[in-house]
Antibody, heavy 122, light 113 residues
Framework: QITLKESGRTLVKPTQTLTLTCTFSGFSLTTSGVGVAWIRQPPGKALEWLALIFWDGDKRYSSSLESRLTITEDTSKNQVFLTMTNMDPVDTGTYYC??????????????WGQGTTVIVSS | DIVMTQSPDSLAVSLGERATINCMSSQSLLYNSNNKNNLAWYQQKPGQPPKLLIYWASTRDSGVPDRFSGSGSGTDFTLTISTLQAEDVAVYYCQQYYSTPYTFGQGTKLEIK
């Protein structure tokens, strides 16, 4: 059974750096075809894909946020991290991590964490 | 970036009736190598994470009721709920995973009439 759980600071001040952790179980990020993604959702708004790390270390980012994002992994601890710099109140929202495969089955984000709420305020 | 546009933004349907949500992508999502469209549909209820309903445009994920179906190819896709149940009230999103950056539609809010 695959599970993912997000954790990190709930309240950050503008201009600070946010680091979130996704701790997962039931799969390995060293397995070919596997990835872990980060997605966020401002209150009452749509989902926004942020970043993705693949089993081979390939990393992909949102075009609009790429300069502020860094995704990394610790495969020994089954964790993926997302760092976002220069936080602003518009970055307030729920941040999710999700399991993704590209082969043998390319199925989108099949398992999601419950999400962690981040509030950016002075 | 591939732009995903859903229509309508909101929809009210009577219980037992059919609900149809459309999604259009700014470029084709069809992989010629396997004839699959990398398009997914998600359902999100208040206070919950999204749930995968459909992938490859028309394949139901495990455990998803068969009243949910997906269709379409290339740039035009549809999610259909054949007979609306009360528990289907939610926001529905399409998403392309054809190429990064992956992108979502703006969402369609489905309510009971």
């Amino acid at each position: 059974q695959i599970t993912l759980k997000e954790s990190g600071r709930t309240l950050v001040k503008p201009t600070q750096t946010l680091t979130l952790t996704c701790t997962f179980s039931g799969f390995s990020l060293t397995t070919s075809g596997v990835g872990v993604a980060w997605i966020r959702q401002p209150p009452g708004k749509a989902l926004e894909w942020l970043a993705l790390i693949f089993w081979d270390g390939d990393k992909r980012y949102s075009s609009s946020l790429e300069s502020r994002l860094t995704i990394t992994e610790d495969t020994s601890k089954n964790q993926v991290f997302l760092t976002m710099t220069n936080m602003d109140p518009v970055d307030t929202g729920t941040y999710y991590c999700a399991h993704h495969t590209v082969y043998p089955l390319a199925n989108g984000f099949d398992i999601w964490g419950q999400g962690t709420t981040v509030i950016v305020s002075s | 970036d591939i732009v995903m546009t859903q229509s309508p933004d909101s929809l009210a349907v009577s219980l037992g009736e059919r609900a149809t949500i459309n999604c259009m992508s700014s470029q084709s999502l069809l992989y010629n190598s396997n004839n699959k469209n990398n398009l997914a549909w998600y359902q999100q209820k208040p206070g919950q994470p999204p749930k995968l309903l459909i992938y490859w445009a028309s394949t139901r994920d495990s455990g998803v009721p068969d009243r949910f179906s997906g269709s379409g190819s290339g740039t035009d896709f549809t999610l259909t709920i054949s007979t609306l149940q009360a528990e289907d009230v939610a926001v529905y999103y399409c998403q392309q995973y054809y190429s990064t950056p992956y992108t979502f539609g703006q969402g369609t809010k489905l309510e009971i009439k």
